[in-house]
């Protein structure tokens, strides 16, 4: 079966700046994969071209066999990708519990009238998508906080709630981009727990950028090391740990860094 | 059409488009260093021209000393106002939000340009002030004759352009200036002055809209409004400049000139300009603002964050709309049918600020053209049934559905345009109309050219709507069915989804919202409500005329919107009320209704300053603070907006799933 998303030679550049350069990797159905790298390396960038945010990068990005090239950001939604963001994107000003019922609603086809005449079939959607959201907002977690604004939570919390606001997209396909940043190491251990029963329940394909070694090596089967915008390397969670180059990338070796400073 | 001999005026108008490009280069320059330096947008940069060239009027015209006199005190007083603008309205915005401090731009705006037209005349005949003698040379080589004035001016705006160059490049001050362009904190930890140096900034550039404004007196109508809205020729310039570059600010002025001046050789229509310059406003911002970095890249206008409440005291709410509807009903039926018709028109007005509830509440865009909008309802309606013969409930429908596409219209370059330029947008779709669609001579059958067109009343549901009292009570309940609209429309997936938006473009994007559709859908309603207002107003007054949908009246009535609370459904009638009954109210005491507007843009400026999310929802905020009601759902311990407490994450870990 071919792969669920599959990068071919991915390449985006910033004026000078070549955030990507040739990025090819597979992601298969049911898989958690890692995308890991140094500061730099274009984790992010690869982010932004799969959802669109990104539209002009060369190369092609294919899911479920489907050229996205055309696709906007929320027709790339519409085909069950979701995604988090590095730096919370939550909506601050709605409650926690519509934030999860955004997504939802985003999908169905009710539109301006129905809501300016507040039509019976408008209450009846609305209903049965609170009760949606309401689920979702209990499997995170969140149950005690639906009335508060998201921007009111601690960043520990939002995290959560930015993971629920994919969920309810009900995606094939998750990407999660630093789940783990600015958390301890108590709420990272819990996120990780989060992530395993995500997988366990929503049967989700994920996608993970993260700089916490211990929770990539944790949660994926897989892992794809970025540097420089280039692959340098691919493997288990066990032939990653003890790649040189990764260590390289990692530790920055004066070569590596010449090299990127030219590029 | 084309007279072969018109042709031969082209160098000569050549000469005149290139002087009133200097003369915008000008004022554009001001504006791109005042914008460089202290990151506000100046609304009001055309109405400091202004009203320091009448200063200029004052000192050389009335009082007759020499025009050079008159120029160095018009120059002063741009100085000072800058200054005044500056340390007294913007600097204690420091850290608000860009769109606020031009919300208080355009409260200078108001307050300058009425405060000219009650000193020295809104529409009176004004003298020139001549610097330099219109008798000119023959430009070697040709039969062009140049004015000296027109010389001078040129001579003028090249030189302040390159010496302001200069200033930036080469001196220290100019370095410290660009610092604080750059970023402001970090040029404080320099230890650079940052309010001297944006004070200055003031200063220099509302001196130069001073020089500006007057050179450009013996050029166009030297009135206060004509010269005010010279802040749109002067934005386009600056624009093309892309607001930073002062070449191209200069290029894109001189460009600006000429393009609206040649268009006079063929058309007698003296709003051509105004359509030109509409017409260079949109290329200019679809060119600079090319989609697709648009989700990255965004120029922000800031966002305030203001958190919505998130439960509601509803039999509360009830009460009070009951009893106001309750009022709204016997109040009006004590009074005369003079103050019956009055309070019509308040509910028509609120009408317009409701529209302006759905936009700049929900959306996050601000909107100078409202008015715009209902012209096109007041104008269809008064085309067809007064020109036609129509009956009014179609045409009325049939205005809505036209204010709906023109809004649609209107949004979709307002896609990609932050609150800054959609307003400058908005401004330029206000002239547009002002001058040159609505003008007499572009469109007569619509607009009905120099006279107005008249019109009854119509009949609802078999009863006249002839009587003042009638018509309220007809005016009531459209008000409180738009209202009730608006509010569902706030509180359920629209309102929602548009919430979301304005909190982040790019996770409503990858949630699955379609940012074009429900953006186009926000702009087609406001505008839809604003062209319902036109209707109704053009059947309430009895006639519609041009002169009804003027500039000013956008802007007072955005800046209401502002002052009573954009984010409040309840804040339309008072504002509507305001709007009405303000004016009336000045009647009855020794100012007269031409203060209206400054005493708006004084409040505004204030409002601004001491109650950012307006009146209304502040008192809505005392309200609820007094009459607390049960949440729906316990809220979140108030924890700091650092990690969780150790008890609150041990209390959740039970209930995770262990694999």
Known sequence: MAPLLQADTVSMSFGGVHALSGVSFELHRGETLGLIGPNGAGKTTMFNCITGVLPSYRGHIYYDDRDLRNLKPHQRARLKIARTFQNLELFDELSALDNLLLPLEAFSQRGVIGDLLRLPRTVFDERQAQEKARAMLHFINLGDCADTPAGDLPVGLQRRLEVGRALSLEPRLLLLDEPGAGLDARETAELARLLASVRARFKVTMLIVDHDMALIMRICNRIYVLDNGQVIAEGSPEQIRDDPQVVRAYLGEAPAIAAGGAG | ?659
């Open chain 2, 1 to 659: 059409m084309l007279a072969s001999a018109s042709w031969g005026l082209l160098p000569g108008y050549t000469v005149i488009g290139i002087t009133l490009g200097g003369i915008y280069a000008l004022a554009a320059i001001g504006l791109v260093l005042i914008y460089r330096v202290s990151g506000v947008l100046n609304f009001a940069q055309g109405a400091v021209s202004m009203f320091s060239a009448f200063i200029a009027y004052q000192v050389s015209i009335v009082m007759g000393y020499p025009a050079l006199v008159g120029l160095l005190a018009a120059i002063v007083a741009g100085g000072a106002i800058g200054y005044v603008i500056e340390r007294f309205t913007i600097r204690p915005l420091a850290g608000r939000s860009a769109l606020s401090k031009v919300v208080v731009t355009i409260g200078w705006l108001l307050v300058l340009q009425t405060a000219a037209g009650l000193i020295w005349g809104q529409t009176a005949y004004h003298r020139p002030v001549q610097l330099v003698s219109i008798h000119g040379f023959t430009f070697p080589g040709t039969s062009v004759v140049v004015g000296w004035d027109e010389f001078t001016t040129i001579v003028v705006a090249l030189g302040l352009a390159l010496g302001t160059a200069a200033v930036l490049r080469w001196t220290t001050f100019g370095t410290s200036m660009r610092a604080v362009a750059d970023d402001p904190d970090a040029a404080r930890l320099w230890g650079i002055n940052v309010n001297r140096v944006m004070a200055v900034s003031w200063v220099a550039g509302s001196a130069m809209g001073a020089i500006a404004g007057v050179l450009i007196t013996p050029r166009i109508n030297f009135d206060p409004i004509s010269l005010t809205i010279v802040v749109i020729d002067a934005f386009t310039a600056a624009l093309i400049g892309r607001l930073t570059s002062l070449s191209w600010t200069v290029i894109g002025a001189m460009f600006l000139g000429l393009a609206e001046t040649y268009p006079r050789i063929f058309s007698s229509n003296a709003g051509a300009g105004s359509a030109v310059t509409f017409a260079l406003v949109l290329l200019t911002l679809a060119i600079l603002f090319r989609p697709g970095t648009r989700l990255v890249q965004r120029i922000s206008a800031g966002r305030e964050y203001v958190p919505v409440p998130a439960t509601d005291n509803l039999p509360v709410r009830r009460v009070i709309v009951a009893a106001a509807t309750g009022l709204g009903i016997v109040v009006p039926l004590l009074l005369s049918s003079y103050y019956q018709s009055l309070a019509a028109y308040s509910l028509i007005v609120g009408l317009i600020v409701l529209s302006l509830v759905v936009l700049t509440g929900l959306v996050g865009q601000i909107s100078f053209c409202q008015y715009s909008f209902a012209a096109i309802g007041a104008f269809t309606v008064g085309s067809l049934v007064g020109g036609h013969g129509w009956s009014f409930w179609p045409a009325l429908l049939l205005g809505v559905v036209f204010a709906i596409g023109v809004g649609v219209l209107v949004g979709i370059p307002a896609l990609r345009l932050s609150g800054l330029f959609l307003a400058i947008l908005t401004i330029a779709v206000t002239l547009f109309f002002d001058h040159f669609l609505l003008a007499p001579g572009t469109w007569d059958s619509f607009s009905g050219g120099i006279s107005s067109w008249t019109l009854g009343r119509p009949s609802f549901l078999g009863i006249s709507l002839a009587g003042a009292y009638a018509f309220y009570l007809f005016t009531l309940g459209v008000f409180l069915a738009a209202v009730l609209a608006v509010w569902n429309l706030s509180r359920s997936k629209t309102g929602r989804v548009l919430r979301a938006i304005r909190n982040s473009e790019i996770a409503a994007a990858t949630s699955g919202v379609n940012l074009t559709a429900w953006k186009l859908a926000a702009f087609g309603v406001s505008a839809g409500l604003a062209g319902l207002a036109g209707g109704l107003l053009a059947v309430g007054i009895g006639s519609v005329s041009a002169g009804a949908f003027a500039f000013q009246q956008s802007l007072a009535v955005a800046a209401i919107a502002i002052v009573v609370g954009v984010r409040s459904v309840g804040a339309a009638a008072v504002g509507g009320i305001f709007l009405i009954f303000g004016p009336e109210l000045l009647t009855h005491t020794p100012l007269s209704t031409l203060w209206f507007p400054l005493i708006v843009g004084s409040i505004l400026i204030l409002q601004v300053i001491l109650t950012p999310q307006g009146v209304v929802p502040d008192w809505q905020e005392r309200f609820r603070k007094r009459f607390p009601s049960q949440p729906r759902f316990p809220r979140a311990p108030e924890s700091p907006a650092v990690a969780p407490t150790p008890d609150l994450a041990a209390a959740e870990a039970p209930t995770m799933v262990k694999v």
